[in-house]
């Protein structure tokens, strides 16, 4: 079965078929990425749908109107969420508290989601944190804007269900009358599901594989000594060898695309340049994580936007992480807490 290019994009709650019985539709979110994907698989008894948008008054109203705008007025019996971000799980336990019946969702995904939103109800936000974020650079005035971001996570998730089934590698489930595997991926996330169908060459990619922007892959005081940016490259290789170059991708954001093995390669060529560029500006001189970021992309990053300031944080000390486990880079840490890194074999200046 060849599928469907869409036609157009669809509007806010609307719906649009790009494979038989697949649709896309968009939730809207805050900020200038202003949508997520979601995509809509039609059963004999419902539909099921994959991921779910950010928990804001918008997003709820998107969903009512797009509940009563289902053919035939067929419920969500089944909720499937590819990782733990806001934007995809926030909205899930809105849908499980109206007739969804089923919440799927990796275990990793799960367990960690429900330790950020336990977290997100401390009275403070712990020192180890506060010093993570010294460590990296930041100023006094962007560590008082973390007190309010550090609570944001559970904010933005409306009440997580208490139990999950577990989505797992290789897993395949039956919706819309067809197979869809389960692959997993790493980096941008714990567990990432993506949910691949071979009879209809579709792959819904959620935030592994982006059309037009790269996923961003983060270091989180969470872990502060992660590589998730090895994870994430591993990943893209694995799905280039798994998933054929036929497939439409569906992805969490923007448009559904083709080629999705050149989209790969451009997204791997793209992250070696950029860590090849900042081992090399490291060879000049030492430097802080909120040093590098002109030469990871391509400009200075202010904490004035405050959302981007801290991805921005976490992606520089994933390419950094990444050379010290390379043997490429390493640290010093001065009075003040602060990490000063620079390339092997530089001097110390």
């Known amino acids: 079965m060849n599928p469907k290019t869409a036609d157009r994009v669809p509007e806010a709650a609307e719906l649009v078929e790009v494979a038989h019985n697949v649709y896309w539709s968009r939730i809207?979110?805050?900020?200038k990425l202003n949508h997520i994907n979601v995509w809509l698989i039609r059963d004999e008894d419902g539909f099921s749908v994959v991921d779910t948008g950010m928990c804001t008054p918008p997003a709820e109203a998107?969903?009512?109107?797009?509940?009563?705008s289902l053919p035939e007025r067929k419920p969500v019996r089944r909720v499937f969420v590819t990782h733990l971000h806001p934007d995809h799980v926030g909205m899930a336990g809105w849908l499980l508290e109206r007739d969804a019946e089923e919440f799927w969702m990796t275990r990793m995904e799960y367990l960690t989601c429900r330790v950020m939103v336990a977290q997100s109800h401390d009275e403070t936000v712990p020192e180890d944190f506060i010093a993570f974020h010294r460590a990296v650079g930041w100023p006094d005035s962007a560590i008082d804007g973390y007190y309010d971001h550090y609570r944001n996570y559970g904010r933005r998730i409306s009440r997580l269900p208490r139990s999950?089934?577990?989505?797992?590698?290789?897993?395949?489930?039956?919706?819309?009358?067809?197979?869809?595997?389960v692959v997993v991926g790493n980096g941008h996330s714990p567990e990432h599901a993506c949910l691949y169908c071979e009879e209809s060459k579709l792959l819904i990619s959620g935030d592994q594989v982006l059309?037009?922007?790269?996923?961003?892959?983060?270091?989180?005081?969470?872990?502060?000594?992660?590589?998730?940016m090895a994870d994430w490259l591993a990943s893209l290789r694995k799905l280039k060898a798994e998933i054929p170059d036929d497939v439409l991708v569906l992805p969490a954001h923007q448009q559904c695309f083709t080629g999705l093995h050149d989209r790969i390669e451009t997204l791997?060529?793209?992250q070696e340049r950029a860590v090849?560029?900042?081992r090399a500006d490291l060879g000049r001189e030492p430097k802080r994580v909120i040093d590098v970021f002109a030469v990871l992309f391509g400009r200075d990053i202010s904490e004035e936007d405050f959302m981007v300031f801290n991805l921005a944080t976490?992606?520089?000390?994933?390419c950094l992480n990444y050379l010290i486990e390379r043997n490429e880079v390493?640290?010093?840490?001065?009075a003040k807490g602060v990490r000063w890194y620079r390339s092997v074999g530089t001097q110390e200046q």
């Open 276 to 278: 090849t560029n900042l």
């Open 211 to 228: 059309p037009g922007i790269s996923s961003n892959v983060s270091v989180t005081p969470l872990e502060p000594t992660a590589n998730p």
């Open 330 to 334: 390493h640290f010093m840490t001065d």
């Open 164 to 181: 999950y089934q577990r989505l797992e590698e290789g897993q395949h489930h039956v919706i819309g009358g067809h197979r869809w595997r």
């Open 268 to 270: 791997i060529a793209d």
């Open 62 to 68: 998107a969903w009512k109107s797009l509940l009563e």
């Open 314 to 318: 976490g992606e520089a000390l994933a």
């Open 28 to 31: 809207p979110l805050p900020g």
